[in-house]
């Protein structure tokens, strides 16, 4: 599959702060986006996925949204703790294919 | 979701010999693929596992090299063959849940080849 662009590559925040992490798709067919944190030494693990009918979905304090006609979609973390911190991936996946095709990861690190 | 397990955990290997690593689920679930995760890299796909079928395998990864196998509907086998040092990953078993489609990940195998 084409590749997702995921910005930034690092990102440091201080607790209680806000995160956003932003990924761009260039293929039209993409119906599915989910966001994985990963955490050393672990499997990457589901933290909110959103479908293409849908441009936000939020949980706790967690929410993801997406904008199909700029093809790109975004994670927001609020209020920020340090077991916060990890890598997360996002993901895509296009209409008539399984599996899901990642960004490059963004390393984000909440300072106590 | 599902609950994945991987064995081994980890190992260290010589180059040129196999290891194979193992995927267990909890439930029985139709999709099954193996990814591999390079030293602070990103996820990318080897290939797609279903039980009863072939797998399928991405460009630039081979059956000869990867050879997977798919018994049943709740576990399957990753072999990594002729390892060299450019094998050093982490090894990732997912499967696609029966609800609503979402993917699970296994904990990751990781392989460091000497």
């Known amino acids: 599959g084409e590749n997702v662009e995921q910005h930034p590559s690092t990102l440091s925040v201080q607790e209680g702060d806000s995160a956003v992490i932003k990924c761009t798709y260039s293929d039209s067919a993409s119906n599915y986006f989910p966001w994985y944190k990963q955490e050393l030494g672990k499997g990457p693990q589901l933290i909110i996925d959103?479908?293409?009918?849908?441009g936000e979905k939020k949980d706790q304090r967690i929410a993801v949204t997406l904008n199909k006609t700029a093809k790109h979609f975004s994670l927001h973390i609020t209020e920020t703790q340090p077991e916060d911190s990890a890598v997360y991936f996002c993901?895509?996946?296009?209409?008539?294919?399984?599996?899901?095709?990642f960004g490059s990861g963004t390393r984000l690190q909440v300072q106590p | 979701s599902a609950v994945i397990s991987q064995k081994p955990s980890r190992d260290i290997c010589q180059r040129g010999t196999s290891l194979t690593i193992q995927c267990q689920v909890d439930?029985?679930?139709?999709?099954m693929f193996w990814y591999r995760q390079q030293p602070g890299q990103s996820l990318t796909l080897i290939a797609t596992?279903?039980?009863?079928?072939?797998?399928?395998?991405e460009s630039g990864f081979v059956i000869d090299k990867f050879p997977i196998s798919r018994p049943n509907l709740t576990f399957s086998t990753l072999t990594v063959s002729n390892m060299s040092p450019e094998d050093s990953s982490i090894y990732l078993c997912?499967?696609?849940?029966?609800?609503?489609?979402?993917?699970?990940f296994g904990p990751g195998t990781r392989l460091t080849v000497l």
């Open positions: 997912s499967v696609e849940g029966t609800g609503d489609n979402e993917q699970f």
């Open positions: 439930s029985q679930v139709t999709m």
């Open positions: 959103i479908r293409s009918n849908v």
């Open positions: 993901a895509r996946r296009e209409g008539g294919r399984r599996a899901l095709t």
């Open positions: 596992a279903n039980q009863g079928s072939e797998a399928t395998y």
